[in-house]
């Protein structure tokens, strides 16, 4: 059903993503970006990029598990930062949410995103 693309030909991944995902013969879900809100406050989160980015991944795990889906079966994440210096600590927090065939990942730094927050993830998920 999911499949991690390793190619020899092509620069290995340095980070917890994969160069490219195959899966077939199941519906996709294409998420919102999710920024660090709190669900039970509506608040950001404070205390910067290492909890906002936990945060982030909870909202997506829980939009997932509402469709009928999981973190394990997300083939493509796109993350925005605000501030690239943040990557590194981006990076380890996100390893945690996929340390078991991760998906493919495109990272960039944005001017601003919604709320001031720091990090923005979606996702591609196939459904189970």
Known sequence: MKS???SSDA???IGPYSQAVIFKDRPLIFTAGQIAIDPKTGDMVA?????QTRQVLENLAAVLKSAGSGM???VKTTVYLKNMEDFAV???VYAGYFDKQPPARSAVQVARLPKDALIEIE???FVT
Do not use: K, S, T, Y
């Open 123 to 125: 996702a591609i998920a």
């Open 72 to 74: 394990q079966n997300v």
């Open 90 to 92: 981006m990076n380890q």
């Open 4 to 6: 991690i693309v390793l």
């Open 47 to 51: 205390g910067g990029i290492e909890l």
């Open 11 to 13: 620069p290995q991944a």
